[in-house]
């Protein structure tokens, strides 16, 4: 019985070790994202790396295959950053922008890949806020890419996105989670503007497709 007892303490121990390690490579990423420095993906790499594992054990399959998709975004947002700095004379590359026209039509698609997601979890899941959370989850998707693509505005999507996960945190009393969550969109506002300030002192680019 005592075996199973130092098993079972082994294992909670080994699980939230990954978990702290994967929540402060995520934080890292954020941090290193922010400077536009390109490690702020093999920091990505391992953080989904690290989560995918914690979530496939904690049987939140969704949230796993969610990780795969940042860990295929993390080795695409390196190759692009790599591309980017090898065609621009500043070492850390270009940003880009977008009309406000093609943000609106990449919204409403968004939002209605949201709807489309909250009706399958509200109706056939046990899901908590269950139409919340799908456009967290949806819109977490979308900026994720646009942070590969090096979009000033991915910054003011992920203000959104944490601002709203704050909330569904704390009404789920997960406080370190909101804390966490409350420090990042300190950040993505502290980026937007870092960014912007970026994009407004460079040479003229070409949008970003």
Same mark, same amino acid.
């Given at each position: 019985?005592?075996?199973?007892?130092?098993?079972?303490?082994?294992?909670?121990?080994?699980?939230?070790?990954?978990?702290?390690?994967?929540?402060?490579?995520?934080?890292?990423?954020?941090?290193?994202?922010? !400077?536009?420095?390109?490690?702020?993906?093999?920091?990505?790499?391992?953080?989904?790396?690290?989560?995918?594992?914690?979530?496939?054990?904690?049987?939140?399959?969704?949230?796993?295959?969610? /990780?795969?998709?940042?860990?295929?975004?993390?080795?695409?947002?390196?190759?692009?950053?790599?591309?980017?700095?090898?065609?621009?004379?500043?070492?850390?590359?270009?940003?880009?922008?977008? @009309?406000?026209?093609?943000?609106?039509?990449?919204?409403?698609?968004?939002? #209605?890949?949201?709807?489309?997601?909250?009706?399958?979890?509200?109706?056939?899941?046990? @899901?908590?806020?269950?139409?919340?959370?799908?456009?967290?989850? $949806?819109?977490?998707?979308? @900026?994720?890419?646009?942070?590969?693509? !090096?979009?000033?505005?991915?910054?003011?999507?992920?203000?959104?996105?944490?601002? $709203?996960?704050?909330? $569904?945190?704390? /009404? !789920?009393?997960?406080?370190?989670?909101?804390?966490?969550?409350?420090?990042?969109? $300190? #950040?993505? #506002?502290?980026?937007?503007? #870092?960014?912007?300030?970026?994009?407004? /002192?460079?040479?003229?680019?070409?949008?970003?497709?």
């Amino acid at each position: 019985m005592n075996e199973l007892i130092t098993q079972a303490m082994a294992q909670w121990q080994l699980m939230h070790s990954l978990e702290l390690a994967a929540t402060l490579l995520a934080l890292a990423y954020v941090i290193l994202a922010l !400077k536009q420095s390109l490690w702020c993906w093999p920091a990505a790499l391992l953080s989904t790396v690290l989560f995918t594992h914690v979530m496939w054990q904690s049987a939140l399959l969704s949230d796993a295959l969610l /990780q795969l998709y940042y860990a295929a975004m993390a080795l695409y947002g390196w190759w692009r950053w790599q591309q980017l700095r090898q065609s621009a004379p500043d070492q850390r590359g270009p940003v880009y922008e977008w @009309a406000w026209q093609r943000h609106a039509l990449l919204i409403g698609v968004t939002a #209605i890949a949201g709807v489309a997601l909250g009706v399958f979890m509200a109706n056939y899941t046990q @899901a908590d806020f269950a139409y919340l959370d799908a456009q967290t989850t $949806v819109f977490s998707v979308m @900026a994720t890419w646009l942070v590969a693509r !090096k979009l000033v505005s991915n910054w003011l999507y992920w203000v959104v996105i944490d601002a $709203v996960s704050i909330f $569904v945190y704390a /009404q !789920k009393h997960l406080y370190f989670l909101t804390g966490l969550f409350m420090l990042y969109t $300190v #950040i993505a #506002i502290a980026g937007y503007f #870092i960014w912007r300030s970026h994009y407004q /002192q460079q040479p003229a680019v070409r949008l970003s497709m």
